[in-house]
């Protein structure tokens, strides 16, 4: 931990990289933990693409008003708590992310870069005018302007990234100088490329995850013995104690 504390305590510039294990302590599956992630119950390549929206729309739709009320069932944990915090008190600058839940917006973070689109938004795909979350969570799925499908603002299996998010994440992680990765499997591209970028530049790069990454060879320190909550209780701790 003193080698952790050292190289987050001498950086200017902190950007935290997370994927979904940094909400599986809040109840919400990832994707790929084994047996327990979300892909190994549903099929993306059925549901969780822009060709179901297209020809199996009420299906598409029952999938997310699903995954919709369970992230509603949780919230942010006290590991999201922390990050708030820390953006607040200049110790990281950003966080970017591939979750859709929104709890690092929920839990006080303001420079957030979703990566793959956000539940916190719903827009018609045919006018893309915005739609009510509470309307879509009831059921209601059509347009009210243009009987459009209603789809979440997420990005979809063969769908184009946001061009601009994924900008903004680039020059983010240009700028750092500190790129930590908490619970993502790094494995799906373009998203995964941030922890290249940033050891390209000099950047110093700690991963915290349970299970091994393709970019683990590249990490400065890795964190597998303790869960992302955890780690981010512990850190919080050392700098509350140091300062
Ligand atoms: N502490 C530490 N690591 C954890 C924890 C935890 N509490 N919970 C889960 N993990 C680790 C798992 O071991 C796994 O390696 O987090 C990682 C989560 O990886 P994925 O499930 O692949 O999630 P992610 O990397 O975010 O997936 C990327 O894939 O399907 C798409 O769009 C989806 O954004 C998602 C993208």
Redesign the pocket.
């Known amino acids: 931990m003193q080698e952790i504390m050292k190289m987050i305590q001498s950086s200017a510039y902190t950007t935290i990289f ?4 940094m909400s ?2 809040s109840g919400l599956p ?4 084994k047996n327990r ?1 979300l ?1 190994t119950k549903f099929n ?1 390549d059925e549901l ?1 693409n822009v060709v179901a929206l297209e020809n199996n729309f009420e299906e598409f739709s029952e999938f997310y008003q699903y995954r919709l009320r369970e992230i509603d069932k949780y919230q942010p944990h006290e590991g999201h708590l922390i990050l708030g915090q820390w953006e607040k008190r200049g110790i990281i600058r950003g966080i970017i992310t ?3 839940d929104g709890f690092h917006h929920d839990a006080g973070n303001q420079n957030v870069m979703e ?2 689109g956000t539940f916190r938004k719903f827009y018609c795909n045919r006018c893309k005018r915005e739609h009510d979350r509470e309307a879509y969570l009831s059921g209601n799925n059509k347009c009210e302007y243009c009987d459009g499908p209603v789809r979440p603002g997420i ?1 979809l299996f063969g769908e184009m990234l946001p061009e601009d998010v994924f900008y903004k994440a680039e020059i983010e992680t240009r700028r750092s100088d500190l790129l930590i990765v ?7 591209t373009p ?1 995964n490329m941030f922890p290249m970028i940033a050891k390209e530049q000099g950047a110093k790069l700690i991963i ?4 091994d ?1 393709p970019m683990d060879i590249y990490a400065d320190y890795i964190v597998q013995d303790k ?3 955890e780690f981010l209780i512990e850190v919080d701790q050392e700098l509350k104690g140091r300062c």
């Open positions: 997370t994927g979904a294990g599986t302590e990832d994707f790929r933990s992630g892909w993306p969780a591939q979750n859709v990566l793959h990005v908490l619970g993502s499997s790094l494995t799906v998203a915290v995850n349970r299970e990454t869960s992302i909550r």
